[in-house]
């Protein structure tokens, strides 16, 4: 097992710009999820991936959107960058289910300015 | 839709000691999961403990265990012999299994858990 891991680590951007963040999946696992962490604040759905296919979004904007590979590695991307953004954006994978664990990356630090 | 409240930002507790970490929420459902995560530094959430809505016993794992009160919706955690390297942000967290998989959770605020000598 290889773990949940994202990049980069830590990211700033200029309001306005697009940004695209990565996550690798736990080996073998295929629903990804993304959240988005502001400081002090608890981690905030907002969207899923299964099998390549979006499987359930939070309340965000369009401008929030995402991939999934077909090794389940996932990508999430943001336009019009908005100075609210700036969040600590976590990844986590598991297995299609309930009876399972999820895993959690250890996060991109996004910084709009 | 589900929602968990964590009423204490923050808690103190002494090496050694025991602390209680409280958590509610609300929801329609009657299956349902709940989570305690813990957050360190490094940011990364590593799963506590995890109590299933029909099962009456409550949960354990070493020095973490669950008060779990169905019809209060409480999920509270005590956390035993208290540890330094227990220090964190812990999250109270709900997933709803018709329409939820184990990755898509509801997080609670969070509460600031220090640990002192």
């Known amino acids: 097992e290889t773990g949940v891991t994202q990049s980069p680590t830590h990211l700033i951007k200029t309001r306005g710009q697009q940004v695209t963040l990565r996550c690798s999946s736990q080996?073998?696992?295929?629903?990804v999820s993304w959240y988005q962490q502001a400081l002090g604040q608890g981690p905030q759905f907002i969207f899923q991936?299964?099998?390549?296919?979006?499987?359930g979004r939070g309340n965000f904007p369009p401008r929030f959107s995402g991939l999934q590979f077909p090794n389940y590695s996932s990508e999430l991307n943001v336009n019009a960058l908005e100075l609210d953004d700036s969040a600590l954006y976590l990844c986590?994978?598991?297995?299609?289910?309930?009876?399972?664990?999820?895993?959690f990356g250890q996060g991109t630090r996004l910084t709009v300015v | 839709a589900q929602t968990v409240t964590q009423s204490q930002p923050e808690m103190s507790v002494q090496e050694a000691e025991t602390v209680t970490l409280s958590c509610t929420y609300d929801t329609s459902e009657n299956n349902y999961y709940l989570f305690w995560y813990k957050q360190p530094p490094s940011r990364q959430m590593i799963l506590v403990i995890r109590?299933?809505?029909?099962?009456?016993q409550n949960a354990t794992e070493n020095r973490f265990s669950v008060n779990f009160q169905k019809a209060a919706k409480s999920f509270s955690l005590k956390i035993s012999d208290s540890q330094l390297g227990d220090t964190a942000m812990y999250f109270c967290?709900?997933?709803?299994?018709?329409?939820?998989?184990?990755?898509?959770?509801?997080f609670g605020t969070g509460t600031r858990l220090q640990v002192t000598l």
């Open positions: 967290a709900f997933i709803d299994p018709y329409t939820g998989t184990a990755s898509k959770l509801t």
């Open positions: 991936y299964y099998r390549e296919e979006e499987n």
């Open positions: 986590a994978s598991s297995l299609k289910g309930i009876n399972t664990e999820a895993f």
């Open positions: 080996s073998g696992h295929n629903t």
């Open positions: 109590q299933e809505a029909y099962k009456q």
